[in-house]
């Protein structure tokens, strides 16, 4: 005997059962085909035991079926497919051309052939089972009719018995079948009850442990039934429980909404009572007939999730402000370096007067304030330059606590909060005494009468299973650092646009509006995330979360060589697109007795250090020009004569560009716009260590 006809010879008794059964083989062949299924499907045996089941219904390739079907291969525990989750897995149609309603359960079966197993799917047409009922009363009916009819005729055969005799005996004979069978459908259908209170049991089981919670109206919207998460939301949205009208759900009329829930219809309820909520409410009506009509509300709280998507879409539109921000600060730095060059040009020649020298000083700070705004703006965008380095905060924040309480008012109490330890991240400290002097700034102004101020310190480690505090942090340890405030707090609709450039809530005068998207870009820049919660009446707490690093050794900080202030006319290239920064710079360097040779982009400065090589010792340059940037420029000069000094000047933020920078041969960088000094100071260092 082959496995087809063991399979066939083992489970022939699944032949008389009045359910769709079928056995599969590992790799989808069909070892057993019932009779109901023939039936159901007008697909013989003959055709379909021995082929992959996929070739005649290829919804079973999907993985929500083939998944289950390899842990039942396994010899995994039984699972159930329900017509509503799942469709339906062996598609049929009821003589009315509606489809059946099918509860299906796949069980784990010992092969016959080796040590695997088969899977058993039974197949369970619940929607012929109330028909099937009112046939069994029928029959019973009919039965006890044709027994009444049986006991008259007994009588009348008792007057006859003698010519009748074997007339009673032939109906008595009958009348044993139609016992026979009927007590054979009554044990079926007790069967077929018990069935089908076993499917109704794994349905409650199923809905109550939905996540979601599911509501049933019938047509009066009177609540039938609902799921544990079910009662707790209509708690919060209507007054309303089960057997009782549900009328509205906080203001939306629900007899509104089954008129208009033909499909499936999705709407937004926003609660602020006991806690600010949003709950997404599913309507679909259900049944046919007018009896069997309802309706089903499915409810969840999208809250978290809508905070997700807010957040979200704030990173977005805060990247595409700074990055046009980014891209118009170069050319803010190229005309603020002439402004404030050729102020201290002018600055340095002994012959101007007392009040001409008053004004042009007045110039050169509103240039350099114009720059601190610049810095601001990049700050924002995270195209500023920082210098990183470990930085123990615990004990920073001990020392910025000190700057703080000389800051802010006495009726402020302020608490430092953190466990013992070291928490150690890669951080500008200057950078970061900027980020929180302004969220502590901003907290004294939120408190004029005086409140508390507490600043704390904690390390959290984020893994791939956890609820991550922000939209795309990565997995790893992370330093959370926390400014609360007991001030007057902030509405929803201030809340989402504070980190925004230019922004503010204060009065004409009293800020630029760039101070807290300055922070955010500042912890964007060190890889972190800022987060803030508030509530009006009710203060505001800002997040801030660092990537945590091991601690390093502090590095000394770099001194400089200024004792150079004497040219004696060493050469020096200029090259700049810039007219104005090129004129300046020239002029500035003349007057130190240097000799100046000037170019307005890379091709021309090639031709100029050709013709002048001996002479220049130093070259000055733009990173961004035409025809040939200062990048391509230095690696030819530096192909040529490796000991030229290179030192850029950019008005784009450097970034992660100085690896370029120096694979290139430039030895030093100076950011647009720089003061006189700045670039004296790094010249003479330049020019020392040539000799």
Same mark, same amino acid.
């Given at each position: 005997?082959?496995?087809?006809?063991?399979?066939?010879?083992?489970?022939?008794?699944?032949? !008389?059962?009045?359910?769709?059964a079928?056995?599969?083989?590992?790799?989808?062949?069909?070892?057993?085909?019932?009779?109901?299924?023939?039936?159901?499907?007008?697909?013989?045996?003959?055709?379909?035991?021995?082929?992959?089941i996929?070739?005649?219904?290829?919804?079973?390739?999907?993985?929500?079926?083939?998944?289950r079907l390899?842990?039942?291969?396994?010899?995994?525990?039984?699972?159930?497919?329900?017509?509503? *989750?799942?469709?339906?897995?062996?598609?049929?149609r009821?003589?009315?051309?509606?489809l059946?309603?099918?509860?299906?359960?796949?069980?784990?079966?010992?092969?016959l052939?080796?040590?695997?197993?088969y899977?058993l799917?039974?197949?369970?047409?619940?929607?012929?089972?109330?028909?099937?009922?009112?046939?069994?009363?029928?029959?019973?009916?009919?039965?006890?009719?044709?027994?009444?009819?049986?006991?008259?005729?007994? /009588?009348?055969?008792l007057?006859?018995q003698?010519?009748l005799?074997?007339?009673?005996?032939?109906?008595?004979?009958?009348?044993?079948?139609?016992?026979?069978?009927?007590q054979?459908?009554?044990?079926e259908?007790t069967?077929?009850?018990?069935?089908?209170?076993?499917?109704?049991?794994?349905?409650?089981?199923?809905?109550?442990?939905?996540?979601?919670?599911?509501?049933?109206?019938?047509t009066?919207? %009177?609540? *039938?039934?609902?799921?544990?998460?079910?009662?707790?939301?209509l708690k919060?949205?209507?007054?309303?429980?089960?057997?009782?009208?549900?009328?509205?759900?906080?203001?939306?009329?629900?007899?509104?909404?089954?008129a208009?829930?033909?499909?499936?219809?999705?709407?937004?309820?926003?609660?602020?009572?006991?806690?600010?909520?949003?709950?997404r409410?599913?309507?679909s009506?259900?049944?046919?007939?007018?009896?069997?009509?309802?309706?089903?509300?499915?409810?969840k709280?999208?809250?978290?999730?809508?905070?997700? !998507?807010? %957040?979200? !879409?704030?990173?977005?539109r805060?990247a595409?402000v700074?990055?046009l921000?980014?891209?118009?600060?170069?050319?803010?730095?190229?005309?603020?370096?002439g402004?404030?060059?050729f102020?201290?040009?002018?600055?340095?020649?002994?012959?101007?007067?007392?009040?001409?020298?008053?004004?042009?000083?007045?110039?050169?700070?509103?240039?350099?304030r114009?720059?601190y705004l610049?810095?601001q703006?990049?700050d924002?965008?995270?195209?500023?330059?920082?210098?990183?380095?470990?930085m123990?905060?615990s004990?920073?924040l001990n020392?910025?606590s000190?700057?703080?309480?000389?800051?802010?008012?006495?009726?402020?109490?302020?608490?430092?909060?953190?466990?013992?330890?070291?928490?150690?991240? %890669?951080?500008?400290?200057?950078?970061?005494?900027?980020?929180?002097t302004?969220?502590?700034?901003?907290?004294?102004?939120?408190?004029?009468?005086?409140?508390r101020?507490?600043?704390?310190?904690?390390?959290?480690?984020?893994?791939?299973?956890?609820?991550r505090?922000?939209?795309?942090?990565?997995?790893?340890?992370?330093?959370?650092?926390?400014?609360?405030?007991?001030?007057?707090?902030?509405?929803?609709?201030?809340?989402?646009?504070?980190?925004?450039p230019?922004?503010?809530?204060?009065?004409?005068?009293? /800020?630029t /509006?760039?101070g807290?998207?300055?922070?955010?870009?500042i912890?964007?820049?060190?890889? /972190?995330?800022?987060?803030?919660?508030?509530?009006?009446?009710?203060?505001?707490?800002?997040?801030?979360?660092l990537?945590?690093?091991a601690?390093?050794?502090?590095?000394?900080?770099?001194t400089?060589?200024?004792?150079?202030?004497?040219?004696?006319h060493?050469?020096?290239?200029?090259?700049?697109?810039?007219?104005?920064?090129?004129?300046?710079? %020239?002029?500035?360097?003349?007057?130190?007795?240097?000799?100046?040779?000037?170019?307005?982009?890379?091709?021309?400065?090639?031709?100029?250090?050709?013709?002048?090589?001996n002479?220049?010792?130093? *070259?000055?340059?733009?990173?961004?020009?035409?025809?040939?940037?200062g990048?391509?420029?230095?690696?030819?000069?530096?192909?040529?004569?490796?000991?030229?000094?290179?030192?850029?000047?950019?008005?784009?933020?450097l970034?992660?560009?100085?690896k370029?920078?120096?694979?290139?041969?430039?030895?030093?960088?100076?950011?647009?716009?720089?003061?006189?000094?700045?670039?004296?100071?790094?010249?003479?260092?330049?020019?020392?260590?040539?000799?």
């Open positions: 005997m082959n496995e087809i006809e063991l399979v066939r010879h083992h489970f022939s008794v699944l032949d !008389q059962v009045p359910v769709g079928l056995l599969l083989k590992r790799d989808h062949t069909v070892l057993f085909w019932n009779s109901c299924l023939e039936d159901w499907t007008e697909l013989p045996r003959t055709r379909i035991v021995g082929t992959d996929r070739e005649h219904f290829p919804h079973l390739a999907a993985a929500k079926f083939s998944d390899r842990d039942i291969f396994q010899g995994g525990p039984p699972t159930i497919f329900s017509a509503q *989750i799942h469709g339906q897995l062996i598609p049929v009821s003589w009315n051309g509606q059946q309603i099918q509860q299906s359960t796949v069980t784990a079966t010992p092969s052939v080796d040590n695997g197993y899977a799917l039974s197949i369970q047409d619940v929607t012929d089972l109330t028909q099937r009922i009112r046939d069994y009363r029928a029959m019973r009916d009919q039965a006890l009719a044709e027994v009444t009819e049986r006991k008259r005729v007994e /009588g009348e055969l007057k006859a003698e010519e005799e074997g007339r009673i005996r032939e109906r008595t004979a009958d009348i044993v079948a139609v016992n026979s069978r009927l054979t459908e009554i044990a259908r069967h077929a009850e018990e069935e089908l209170r076993k499917i109704l049991s794994t349905l409650n089981t199923l809905v109550e442990h939905i996540p979601e919670g599911v509501v049933l109206l019938d009066e919207c %009177r609540i *039938i039934l609902a799921n544990t998460t079910g009662k707790e939301y919060v949205l209507s007054s309303a429980g089960v057997g009782e009208t549900l009328k509205n759900m906080s203001g939306m009329s629900v007899r509104k909404l089954f208009e829930a033909q499909t499936t219809v999705w709407r937004e309820i926003t609660v602020s009572s006991p806690r600010h909520a949003i709950y409410i599913g309507s009506v259900i049944g046919q007939a007018a009896a069997d009509k309802g309706m089903v509300l499915v409810i709280d999208v809250t978290e999730e809508k905070s997700l !998507q807010d %957040r979200l !879409q704030t990173q977005e805060l595409a700074g990055q921000a980014a891209g118009i600060a170069h050319d803010f730095n190229n005309t603020l370096t402004i404030i060059g102020t201290e040009v002018i600055l340095a020649e002994s012959t101007i007067g007392s009040a001409d020298r008053e004004i042009l000083e007045a110039v050169r700070q509103s240039g350099l114009a720059a610049i810095r703006i990049l924002f965008s995270r195209k500023s330059s920082s210098e990183l380095r470990p123990e905060m004990a920073f020392e910025f000190k700057f703080i309480r000389r800051t802010i008012q006495e009726n402020i109490s302020i608490s430092l909060l953190y466990d013992p330890g070291e928490y150690f991240v %890669r951080a500008d400290p200057a950078k970061i005494h900027q980020v929180l302004n969220i502590v700034l901003n907290a004294r102004d939120a408190m004029p009468q005086g409140g101020l507490t600043v704390s310190l904690a390390a959290r480690t984020v893994l791939h299973s956890d609820d505090p922000m939209p795309d942090m990565p997995d790893g340890n992370w330093v959370v650092l926390s400014v609360a405030d007991t001030g007057c707090g902030m509405p929803s609709e201030i809340l989402s646009h504070i980190f925004e230019f922004f503010t809530t204060k009065e004409t005068g009293s /800020g /509006g760039l807290l998207s300055q922070v955010y870009g912890i964007r820049q060190h890889g /972190g995330f800022i987060d803030v919660q508030s509530e009006t009446g009710s203060g505001s707490i800002f997040t801030i979360y990537p945590a690093c601690a390093a050794e502090s590095q000394p900080a770099p400089f060589q200024t004792e150079f202030l004497d040219g004696q060493a050469g020096i290239l200029v090259v700049e697109d810039y007219e104005a920064i090129r004129t300046m710079i %020239r002029k500035l360097l003349t007057k130190l007795n240097f000799t100046v040779f000037t170019a307005e982009n890379g091709k021309e400065a090639l031709e100029v250090y050709e013709k002048n090589k002479s220049i010792r130093l *070259i000055i340059t733009d990173l961004v020009m035409p025809e040939l940037d990048v391509g420029m230095s690696r030819i000069i530096k192909a040529k004569n490796p000991s030229v000094k290179i030192l850029a000047i950019s008005g784009y933020p970034g992660s560009d100085w370029d920078l120096y694979n290139a041969g430039i030895t030093e960088c100076i950011q647009k716009p720089f003061e006189r000094n700045t670039l004296i100071r790094m010249v003479c260092d330049l020019l020392m260590k040539n000799n």
